[in-house]
């Protein structure tokens, strides 16, 4: 049996997100979605998802590239005055790691982040993070304590198989290179402990190395190439014009990508294969 998961990304981000995330679940394959609690439209993302609670929302932590939900004064600081955090994901990265001081701010984060969630009355379906912050050593350790404190029991482990990847698309090969080994590296030191905490994960995840770029034709392609259990896919669909997502992710075929959670080819080819559409909860959703 193949199942996937269809998740967009941002949820809560803007409004053109947020069209898009509700676009692609009442017409298309989409069959989740990660709520941004911080963003600009956060709660018009909780409105819409309470409008349509077939459609399953986890937390997308974020802790870069975003806004805090709790207050963190002193210095130094894991945001700013205003509490933005930074845009920059490396350095951000580096801080976390080495800046001892930044645990305690971030456990309060991660937990606010979590809190301001549940109390939105929404099941709390996953959790991932925003550039896959999840991931990082520092906020896993941390997270870890706090999925087990709130009852939380699917993450997105984010690994993905490289030479397959690039069997399909041969771009940004350097790069692809550089977050496969990475992010390896980082789910090879987490998936024990989610085993140990009884959490469960998808097998692999497909999105990591063509992030902003799952097209209608590489998804086409990616479905002929899947394996049996469960892949979770993700997305970052948007409708344009919308200043928000074209501010931070220039670079990103927001539109092509709602396109390829649309298209009738991708859902007639979902057929073909016999591949199950559903969910972390495990619930399945029919074709539209």
């Known amino acids: 049996m193949k199942r996937v998961i269809i998740n967009a990304d941002d949820f809560g981000l803007s409004d053109g997100v947020n069209r898009a995330v509700i676009k692609a679940w009442q017409e ?72 001892r001081s930044f645990r305690k701010q971030l456990y309060r984060e991660i937990e606010a982040q979590i809190v301001r969630f549940l109390q939105t009355g929404l099941p709390l379906s996953h959790v991932d993070g ?36 690039l069997t399909l698309d041969r771009e940004r090969r350097f790069g692809k290179m550089v977050d496969a080994f990475i992010f390896s590296k980082l789910a090879g030191r987490c998936r024990p402990i989610l085993d140990h905490l009884g959490i469960g994960y998808a097998q692999e995840v497909k999105g990591l190395l063509n992030s902003g770029r799952m097209t209608e034709e590489y998804l086409l392609r990616v479905l ?48 073909e294969l016999g591949i199950e559409l559903g969910n972390y909860r495990g619930e399945v959703k029919t074709y539209v």
């Open 224 to 271: 002929d190439t899947l394996e049996d259990g469960t892949t979770e896919l993700y997305f970052h669909p948007g409708c344009l014009p919308c200043a928000e997502i074209t501010r931070r992710m220039p670079d990103y075929r927001h539109e092509e990508e709602l396109a390829a959670l649309m298209s009738p080819r991708v859902k007639g080819r979902l057929k």
């Open 130 to 165: 925003h550039l896959n912050i999840h991931m990082h050593p520092v906020v896993f350790d941390l997270l870890c304590g706090l999925m087990r404190k709130h009852g939380i029991t699917t993450f997105r482990l984010c690994r993905e198989n490289l030479r397959a990847n």
């Open 28 to 99: 298309g394959i989409l069959t989740s979605a990660s709520l941004m609690v911080g963003g600009d439209a956060f709660h018009e993302a909780v409105h819409l998802a309470k409008a349509n609670p077939g459609l399953h929302v986890g937390l997308h932590l974020t802790l870069v590239q975003g806004r805090a939900v709790g207050e963190h004064g002193g210095f130094p600081s894991i945001c700013d005055s205003k509490g933005a955090f930074s845009d920059d994901p490396v350095q951000t990265g580096m801080r976390y790691f080495f800046i």
